[in-house]
């Protein structure tokens, strides 16, 4: 079988990862797989992405503070002039915003594949596919109902001046959302999410209705992410990263650690009393906030910081999971992060918040601990459960055994094969 997969980019982001993984491990069951991503050198493809911003803000009283939470499709490329849609038997989306693919670009998409017989999938990694213009839909139901006066966008003159930009049912949200009914008619499509979480909102959008919705895992290279065998190759990984050799390491993971929806905040408050309660831990543990902006934190803790900008290299993030005793997980709003199935991979416990995906992936005092969201103290009583358990041996293994029994790539291709030939 040979199958495209589309994303936006390469190797940027929970999407490209979880496409890449994909893309190998159907490869390693013996299918055809190619990549398409959007070419972030070429600047007609940075000029879309800006003017689709552009008219956003313009017409459509966008605020510059969501830059990046919503996507309204203005802007993309017709895949289907590309000689890689010709070849495939199978067009795998993912994360296809920011000018990869508009609404137009789908359109053109669903109305190809159905003259031609070729199946489409969608990988949701937010609730953009099945809402309106947002990614993530926080309080906000409207998306069950048509959307319309949207919470994120705002009221400026053209808005109030041109009824096509309006508000209520006219506004760009509800406009979209009709849009979005009309394309998904078009033709039958696969959804897939990546939680059980997103799985049970997706099927209860009126977006979706008469279209597959199912959950798959993203998948993982459960041989490469693995613990290290002994104390001494621990210690040379730290040594190697410049870490220090006999503190308890909690590890902190996410693209920008300013982004509001990680919470780092909340890691912040939970070390801080943690410390009050334990004051010997001041001198025992130290935090490894990586991410755009980690080193910004270095003197924000009471404890030793040892900060990593963004990693981009996959055998670095490997050493630094090895290296560390325990991930720590703050997010207000979360589908299934890629960082909790690599962290378990190679043993380490996670304390994370009960939102989205979350409470699948951790068995509560398990191989880790389930905190409620924005509480700071409960997130501190996950740490030091984890810290003080009086056997962290049986948290690693466990964490370890549930990420290889349901994360592995045979598993996750199978599943994928079975969706393409329904």
Request: overall charge neutral; aromatic content about 8%; charged content about 25%.
């Amino acid at each position: 079988m040979r199958i495209l997969i589309i994303n936006t980019t390469a190797h940027t982001g929970g999407a490209s990862i979880a496409a890449g993984r994909l893309m190998n491990a159907l490869v390693a069951n013996g299918h055809e797989v190619k990549l398409l991503v959007r070419d972030d050198q070429k600047h007609i493809n940075r000029l879309r992405f800006v003017w689709e911003r552009l008219e956003l803000f313009y017409l459509n009283g966008f605020d510059y503070k969501h830059v990046f939470a919503i996507d309204h499709g203005g802007c993309g490329t017709d895949i289907t002039s590309l000689p890689e849609f010709e070849w495939a038997d199978v067009i795998h989306l993912h994360w296809i915003n920011q000018a990869m693919m508009g609404l137009k670009d789908l359109e053109r998409l669903l109305t190809r594949c159905k003259e031609t017989g070729k199946r489409v999938a969608w990988t949701m990694h937010d609730l953009w596919p099945a809402s309106s213009i947002c990614h993530l839909t926080g309080d906000c139901t409207k998306w069950m109902t048509g959307c319309g006066d949207c919470p994120q966008l705002r009221k400026n003159a053209l808005t109030t001046i041109l009824p096509c930009c309006g508000r209520g049912k006219k506004d760009l949200s509800a406009r979209i959302f009709r849009k979005k009914a009309q394309i998904y008619a078009i033709d039958k499509i696969r959804f897939v999410a990546c939680s059980q979480y997103l799985s049970e909102s997706a099927q209860k959008a009126p977006l979706l209705k008469g279209h597959t919705v199912t959950s798959i895992a993203n998948p993982l290279d459960t041989e490469f992410f693995s613990p290290v065998e002994t104390i001494e190759q621990r210690n040379e990984l730290r040594r190697q990263l410049e870490l220090p050799l006999k503190k308890r390491l909690i590890l902190f993971v996410a693209f920008n650690i300013n982004d509001n929806n990680k919470g780092f905040r909340f890691v912040e408050a939970a070390v801080s009393r943690l410390i009050q309660r334990n004051p010997d831990l001041r001198q025992k543990i130290a935090v490894v906030p990586v991410g755009k902006n980690a080193s910004q934190y270095i003197d924000r803790f009471t404890c030793e910081v040892c900060p990593f900008e963004y990693v981009g290299e996959i055998e670095k993030m490997r050493n630094i999971y090895r290296a560390s005793d325990l991930l720590v997980i703050s997010s207000m709003m979360e589908n299934l992060p890629n960082t909790i199935v690599e962290a378990k991979a190679c043993g380490l416990p996670v304390v994370a918040t009960e939102v989205g995906g979350i409470p699948q992936m951790i068995r509560h005092k398990i191989d880790g601990y389930l905190a409620h969201p924005q509480d700071s103290d409960d997130i501190a009583e996950g740490l030091q459960f984890v810290i003080n358990h009086p056997e962290p041996s049986t948290l690693s293994a466990a964490a370890r055994a549930d990420a290889v029994d349901t994360y592995s790539e045979a598993s996750v291709a199978r599943k994928y094969l079975e969706l393409y030939n329904s």
